[in-house]
């Protein structure tokens, strides 16, 4: 049975929390456990994961753009969000319906060179050719001297590894992109997902005033997925919220060591994920998500995150807010604005979710 | 009363222990608790903290050049550090003496759209305007799934906005910024403290040899607040001195796994701060701080971290070594110079100070 | 006597273990210590080290190039992997057979202004002229607060300082640069090392498909050591391995908050060093490691990752991989590919270790 015929699987701009609660018990299950009670097991293979199977299409858009998508006809730049547990697997049976040579290639996860995506190691499709790709995941585990080796639970992509060059430069430039996420078992699920690529000059291969406006409710549980591509370095920088730099952007507690920022360098092929509760201590409004080198933001990296308030009313000063940036003159007369990047996206671009369906 | 007037408020270049041994017993006594007494509360609003009223005045400066200042007429570059406490309300009441659009824009602390300080939100002061921002800051607390939603301790800063673009281009180009220092109850006091802003192509609006001498004496406790902006990429280095890439700089205990350093990423609207032992373990004399970008360095993003012996004595060599770097060709003939930024400011721009008040 | 004379002291291309097998029990007694029982001393003294003493030479190399070595008439680029334990002193003889004035500067040690290596502190080795530098390191300390001042503990890196200009750009640009490791007592030991210096547009000095071919057998435990250097910025990223972004490249345990990556900005005078079992969960094969900023790629800085079976035979396909990166184009037409910086070095670069001895 193909997975995507499942109920959750296919999701647009819903709450996740909606999602498992008409999701089947063996989701919810690990999803309850918290860290403290999901020890992690002593090797690799202790906790056999689920195979999922899914099949991407790879296809032509407007504006001389490709994209990934879940079902002909409907990819989207980014490519839909996939996401997964420790210790599952993923069969991507990738169709190529555009004319070029391309591959998916992830980070991240377990993969043999047959799927690697690399023309190195003749892994890609020919246009027109189906092929399958195979993504394992795992659990830590205990290593000699008391040490793990990491897991693969992270905020990690995919990307096009063959269109163009052999290193996938014309297919990531033109949107053959997207996130990738693997939880730990007891991992906090959140309510909302934004995908944010720095894609060159784009996000997400838009400028402003084009780009994605982000929207959540007061006080939801919004997870931000940033991935860096392309040739240019980036920071990235979110107003009124801030997060731990380690896996999950939270603390583990009072002894956690790491730094809180807002603003972090987000630059080819790195990726981070964070949760925040949206407007939390600062409240609803229009909040700036933006690139804080100064050109760049000047000249449309820059985004609003709308937060509004907590029974999805429009906060006072939002709109204002929103037509001020649509109206946006992207810098000054002595600033060089460089042609954008093709821009045109389907409507629902931000919306394409795939979240993990029930065992 | 305005909280500008009590002591130890505005300091400049004296010790930090000084400060606290000349203050209150308010102050002294959060500083005496350590981080393993101090436990976080279980709510953002437990703790209520002090509410500090500041004024700050914008101000143009030679060199075409701009700052703020704690006081009419003593603007500095970077501005004053201001320092607060987990809990803490920093109301800031801003005079803009320019004779164009600015703002004030914190990272890491709290507050609504009034007080972004960005024109999207019509947060800023018009020439000659005076406007009121609002900043609050938290402790972390506790959120489902056993982790804990960060709370607003860091190495933070604050910038203009709204001067020149409506990301505050011309007014960060041009001196309007400065560290904001958010401290957990508990944490460690340093005995000096250093801003040191890479700005474009400048150490604080200044290239060597005009970069600022850092002074301490041999074991003193030495706070570094590094700031990035602009549009270049840098990475900073200290010779001689280490820390732990993490909140801090130090490590909570021999299982804390963050990674030490002497050189990190310092890029635009990033920020970090540590804390050394001036000399430790290496003596005294004239230690080099700078960009490791070749060019940056060689042309001028070079400064000197002067370790005098414990008496506060000039160490053997230590002249000859700043000789040295004032006749600093800077490059080679083969090395493309860029046009320098304006350099000059006030001959104080290192050491105005803002300790916490007592509360 | 030499330390240099002991067995294991000079090993080139040979297993760790097998090196602490044929080497002596001083040295496999702290190697079997676990980092549990190995307590940190409460002070910086407390434990004292090894003193190490080398001769280290400064050599021109073939295509207008230096390197350093550790006998006359070998100098390779990158120079050979100084290894310590925390605590241990390097007492470095540095010998300058070139016809220009240089030095050896290392990060993360501690050393007096007499061994900094800089011309600021007139600490350089004139043309024919030898000079002692001494690099000390410690444990990590108590200091008040409950916080530890951190260890030298680290993947650290030397590199020329005085060569060309007073910042070595020079030499740095021509080859004279290494790894530097410091362990703690307790650290898992590698069966491989590989040192991979993003300098400039170049790897090691070479660009594919003269770039470095890293070989390990399927399950070895190989130790990666990056280093980046000149003036450009860059992200190293590895296939099919992932490692922990802290200090060893490996997790504490479950509550360790890194975040796990397989990308990582490495930017002039960075460094960090992982550890990876070979083709763990993924298989033997051609790996790719490269740049991921998509010009950097296709213009050389990529290389392989050649995971053998564990017998040490050549998997399936990597031959046809490896056959294919050396046909490599580098990019398209429309890519224009900068002039390459001089790349002969000799034949056993990679190959030139440096073990700790015994004490």
Known sequence: ???????????????????????????????????????????????????????????????????????????????????????????????????????????????????????????FNNPGETRTYIWRSREMFLASGRRWMPGSAGYWHYHDHAMGTDHGTLGIARGLYGALVVRRRGDILPDEQFTVVFNEMSINNQVAPNTPIFEANLGQRVEWIAIG????????????????????????????????????????????????????????????????VQTHSETGMSGIFLVRAADGSMPPGAQEAIDRFRGHAHGTAATATPEPVPTQVPADAQGQHQHPPSG
Not at 230 to 235: V, Y
Not at 259 to 265: A, F, P
């Open 229 to 292: 591509h392309g040739n240019q370095f980036h920071t990235f920088h979110l107003h009124a919220h801030r997060w731990a730099d380690n896996r999950t952007g939270m603390l583990e507690g009072p002894t956690d060591p790491s730094q809180v920022i807002d603003n972090k360098d987000l630059n080819p092929g790195g990726s981070f994920g964070f949760q925040v509760l949206a407007g939390e201590g600062v409240g609803p409004g229009a909040w700036m998500y933006h690139c804080h």
């Open 1 to 123: 049975m193909d997975e995507r015929s499942r109920p959750g699987w296919f999701t647009t701009l819903v709450s996740r929390r909606a999602v498992l609660a008409t999701g089947t018990a063996a989701l919810a299950t690990p999803v309850a456990l918290t860290l403290g009670a999901a020890a992690p097991s002593d090797s690799a293979s202790a906790r056999t994961g689920t195979v999922r199977k899914i099949t991407m299409y790879a296809e032509a858009l407007p504006g001389n753009l490709y994209g990934y998508g879940l079902e002909p006809g409907k990819a989207t730049i980014p490519g839909p969000i996939l996401e997964i547990y420790e210790g599952d697997t993923l069969e991507i049976t990738l169709v190529n319906n555009t004319d070029r040579r391309m591959s998916i290639h992830p980070h991240g996860v377990d993969y043999s060179v047959d799927s690697d995506g690399s023309p190195l190691n003749a892994s």
